[in-house]
T-cell receptor
């Protein structure tokens, strides 16, 4: 079973609209972290936002917010007031395991969503 | 300040050749990761270093893949006897802290090396 599922291979959104990128995850760990990265055509992965499994509040970073629904194992990214420069691949990722003594070191990524912002 | 740099940015190798990919992490970063990103896919974890120690190599696809970080800074990913399925972008990432700091530490990625095996 996939650990990170992104069901939207591609999305077209009008500039200035809000957009929600879906992400569901699968883990049996109680302690884990969820990340969103942006990958423009240049190829570099840019960190956007982080949500810890014990965080009670949804994470926000500027125009980015993470809609964390733990019971549904969902961590959707919301981009408000989209801009042309937001066009890129977006990846949801997870790090599993406790903060000490074990746990995966690397991130597990989904297959990504290709977001295109139209003027 | 300088970010993570990788060289070469592009590499074309004939099947059977050995290649070496270099990663210069952000100065002072303890943790270093290698990922492989096939076309149209998300990155997949290959290996992890904490300083010079390779603590996790569970993602290396075969014994043809070898990584080192002898002085705890620059790292090299070596692929021996390259095959067509090795064609991918190889991403390096570094982090200031280690996993004992919790799950939330951010990894800073380099631009990647695009390897094409012909």
């Amino acid at each position: 079973a996939q650990k990170i599922t992104q069901t939207q291979p591609g999305m077209f959104v009008q500039e200035k609209e809000a957009v929600t990128l879906d992400c569901t995850y699968d883990t049996s760990d109680q302690s884990y972290g969820l990340f969103w990265y942006k990958q423009p055509s240049s190829g570099e992965m840019i960190f956007l936002i982080y949500q810890g499994s014990y965080d009670e509040q949804n994470a926000t970073e500027g125009r980015y917010s993470l809609n964390f629904q733990k019971a549904r194992k969902s961590a959707n990214l919301v981009i408000s007031a989209s801009q042309l420069g937001d066009s890129a691949m977006y990846f949801c990722a997870m790090r599993e395991g406790a903060s000490s003594g074990g746990g995966a070191d690397g991130l597990t990524f989904g297959k990504g969503t290709h977001l295109i912002i139209q003027p | 300040g300088a970010g993570v740099s990788q060289s070469p940015r592009y590499k074309v190798a004939k099947r059977g050749q050995d290649v070496a990919l270099r990663c210069d992490p952000i100065s002072g970063h303890v943790s270093l990761f290698w990922y492989q990103q096939a076309l149209g896919q998300g990155p997949e974890f290959l290996t992890y270093f904490q300083n010079e120690a390779q603590l996790d190599k569970s993602g290396l696809p075969s014994d043809r893949f070898f990584a080192e970080r002898p002085e705890g800074s620059v790292s090299t990913l070596k692929i021996q006897r390259t095959q067509q399925e090795d064609s991918a972008v190889y991403l390096c990432a570094s982090s200031l802290v280690t996993r004992t700091s919790g799950n939330g530490y951010e990894q800073y990625f380099g631009p990647g090396t695009r390897l094409t095996v012909t």
